[in-house]
């Protein structure tokens, strides 16, 4: 009998495998791009939605009225500040949330890791449901087309995705694409050099350098 791909036990593990250690560093990094940059896409009483939220790192750094994170895994909760509700559920199953009630959901990192196709458009219907007339949907993901091989480095990435790839879903399923950058952050902040926050804090100010490092995308949508 097949199963899904990861049961939240092996999603624990895999998390702590490849995050723990670098717990503090993502905070510090996630602080600079909520700041410098995914600011001007939430207003501050904003209802906001990390979607495959991880350890928390853009939910408990942004400004915005209400917080809501959700995730398979069940160590994401023990991450999450206070002021931030946690579901834990697979996103692709009707979400216990009210219809049109977000004004932006975020998700980072994500999308790439759902088993099938399937599964990533019944997700794209459940956030068209669940956000208001005019709401965001901000998807951040590393982009295939310029990561090469190293895509599939991460035994957890199932789906290959590309800004375009990601562009005509979104259309698909009923929303407006009004900004896709196919070159924005570089790929992965796993087992790389860290740099201090104010090296990205410049690299944000500075959209030359994404063509040169920058290997994923960033797709903005609206319902």
Sequence with gaps: MSRAPHDSKELENMYGRRFDEHILYRD???????????TKYVSPGDRVLDLGCGYGEFINNIR??????????????????????FIEQDCSQ?????????DVIFTSNFFEHLPSKGTLS?????SY?????????????????????????????????????IGEALAIHGFTVEESIDRFLPYTMV??????????????RLPFLWRLFGKQFLVIGRK
Aim: charged letters at 20%.
């Design 191 to 204: 087992n790389r050099r860290q740099f201090p926050s104010i090296i990205v804090s410049l690299y944000l």
């Design 28 to 38: 510090q990094i996630w602080k600079s791009l909520t700041s410098g940059f995914f």
């Design 94 to 102: 009707p979400w216990d949330l009210p219809e049109d009630s977000l």
């Design 64 to 85: 915005c009225g209400s917080k809501i994170a959700m995730d398979m895994n069940p160590g994401a909760r023990q991450r999450l500040n206070s002021d931030v509700h």
């Design 122 to 126: 019944d997700t794209l219907d459940q």
């Design 129 to 165: 449901r669940h956000l208001r007339k005019g709401g965001l949907i901000v998807a951040l993901g590393p982009n295939v087309r310029f990561t090469g091989g190293a895509y599939w480095d991460f035994w957890d990435h199932h789906l290959a995705l590309t800004d375009g790839a």
